[in-house]
T-cell receptor, first 114, second 116 residues
Framework: DVKVTQSSRYLVKRTGEKVFLECVQDMDHENMFWYRQDPGLGLRLIYFSYDVKMKEKGDIPEGYSVSREKKERFSLILESASTNQTSMYLC?????????????FGEGSRLTVL | DAKTTQPPSMDCAEGRAANLPCNHSTISGNEYVYWYRQIHSQGPQYIIHGLKNNETNEMASLIITEDRKSSTLILPHATLRDTAVYYCIVRVAFNAGGTSYGKLTFGQGTILTVHP
């Protein structure tokens, strides 16, 4: 079964801590994405990557950075976590033009910053 | 990116068809309409997509108007397990250096509640 795996389903961190959210996909997809989801705001794109070591800012990149050292792994980094970064974080991947164009999502990482 | 507009919520009786509308009046000629849904506490799930023609798969049907400015997702026989948030997305694809890639932007979606 194809899969996007996020390392942690639930995390609790303190303000100012550095936070790593890891995402791994086993489908050899080129494109990977990080979103955050907040009530009433839907899904918002933070960063995306088209290939190893390539990254592009999404709609809300402030306060975040990313790393893509290997094709299957895309990491989201909060250098200094703040309370307004409490959210559900979703990782996704796909390859354009492949089959129905299905975007595969992970189960999500719910981060609470105290 | 083309923007989509969906009603915030809808109700449907179990066994009846659920028709979820989406407006995307600024859609460009090469943009697709995708539908996803998200059941509580899970990641979004792909449902269907289309460009110009109506589409059907084992989950749903997608009706796109001739001018492509709106579409309707149809769940022909809704069940309680179809209760979810449904997202209509217009995909923007762009090229750089010969590599094709795309970006998908999700709006606020429609909360569909299927009741007995």
């Amino acid at each position: 079964d194809v899969k996007v795996t996020q390392s942690s389903r639930y995390l609790v961190k303190r303000t100012g801590e550095k936070v790593f959210l890891e995402c791994v996909q086993d489908m050899d997809h080129e494109n990977m994405f990080w979103y955050r989801q907040d009530p009433g705001l839907g899904l918002r794109l933070i960063y995306f990557s088209y290939d190893v070591k390539m990254k592009e800012k999404g709609d809300i990149p402030e306060g975040y950075s990313v790393s893509r050292e290997k094709k299957e792994r895309f990491s989201l980094i909060l250098e200094s976590a703040s309370t307004n970064q409490t959210s559900m974080y979703l990782c996704a991947s796909f390859t354009p033009g492949q089959g129905p164009g299905e975007l595969f999502f992970g189960e999500g990482s719910r981060l609470t910053v105290l | 990116d083309a923007k989509t507009t969906q009603p915030p919520s809808m109700d449907c009786a179990e066994g009846r068809a659920a028709n979820l509308p989406c407006n995307h009046s600024t859609i460009s000629g090469n943009e697709y309409v995708y539908w996803y849904r998200q059941i509580h506490s899970q990641g979004p799930q792909y449902i269907i997509h289309g460009l110009k023609n109506n589409e059907t798969n084992e989950m749903a049907s997608l009706i796109i108007t001739e001018d492509r400015k709106s579409s309707t997702l149809i769940l022909p026989h809704a069940t309680l397990r179809d209760t979810a948030v449904y997202y209509c997305i217009v995909r923007v694809a762009f090229n750089a250096g010969g590599t094709s890639y795309g970006k998908l932007t999700f709006g606020q979606g429609t909360i569909l509640t299927v009741h007995p």
